[in-house]
Antibody, heavy 117, light 108 residues
Framework: DVQLVQSGAEVKKPGESLKISCKAS????????IGWVRQKPGKGLEWMGI????????KYNPSFQGQVAISADKSVTTAYLQWSDLKATDTAIYFC??????????WGQGTQVTVSS | SYTLTQPPSVSVAPGKTARITCGGK??????VHWYQQKSGQAPVLVVY???DRPAGIPERFSGSSSGNTATLSIRRVEAGDEADYFC???????????FGGGTKLTVL
């Protein structure tokens, strides 16, 4: 059974760094792209970027390029989303999702990130 | 930049058919996917490649696409269908993902 299990909720201060994770199981992790999607409170879905664990190729939405880093570690079948300088505007729920052809067919449960002084 | 336009809300009585539209460009070359997101939950894929259903999704859910409009139809709507629905395309020329703004389906 394909599963994506995300790390738990985080509360951080502006300027801090953070790395959240998405643990995959039940399929060949190296052969599917994994993407990250942001959802601000009461708002829609925003695609942030995507990585291919097989060769670490990564693509970003231009709106998020330079603001976050997306990566994956095949050895532990886990994808990551990382910030080095959090802002209050980063407060949101972040979902990882597996890309299968051109659709996202499995989603993680989401990680709430709250950035507040 | 490429955008997908959805109505903010659609209301329908139980047992009737709900239709949610997604406006864009070049749907003849870009397939459309639809996600259901219930309150407090992760999105779930309900229709992919314009009109296919993943395993486990009821036949009441169907999709179509023509020209610049894609449509998600939900027949015999139930209270449990109340959710936000998002359309999505993968811009093949730009290799970028685009989501529609979402439509809140209210079952009266």
């Amino acid at each position: 059974d394909v599963q994506l299990v995300q790390s738990g909720a985080e509360v951080k201060k502006p300027g801090e760094s953070l790395k959240i994770s998405c643990k995959a199981s039940g399929y060949d992790f190296s052969s599917f792209w994994i993407g990250w999607v942001r959802q601000k409170p009461g708002k829609g879905l925003e695609w942030m970027g995507i990585t291919y664990p097989g060769d670490s190729d990564t693509k970003y939405n231009p709106s998020f390029q330079g603001q976050v880093a997306i990566s994956a570690d095949k050895s532990v079948t886990t994808a990551y989303l990382q910030w080095s300088d959090l802002k209050a505007t980063d407060t949101a729920i972040y979902f990882c999702a597996r890309r299968n052809n051109l659709k996202f067919d499995r989603w993680g449960q989401g990680t709430q990130v709250t950035v507040s002084s | 930049s490429y955008t997908l336009t959805q109505p903010p809300s659609v209301s329908v009585a139980p047992g009737k058919t709900a239709r949610i539209t997604c406006g864009g460009k070049n749907f003849d070359t870009n397939t459309v996917h639809w996600y259901q997101q219930k309150s407090g939950q992760a999105p779930v894929l309900v229709v992919y490649d314009d009109s296919d259903r993943p395993a486990g999704i009821p036949e009441r859910f169907s999709g179509s696409s023509s020209g610049n409009t894609a449509t998600l139809s939900i027949r015999r709507v139930e209270a449990g269908d109340e959710a936000d629905y998002f359309c999505q395309v993968w811009g093949l020329s730009s290799d970028q993902v685009v989501f529609g703004g979402g439509t809140k389906l209210t079952v009266l």
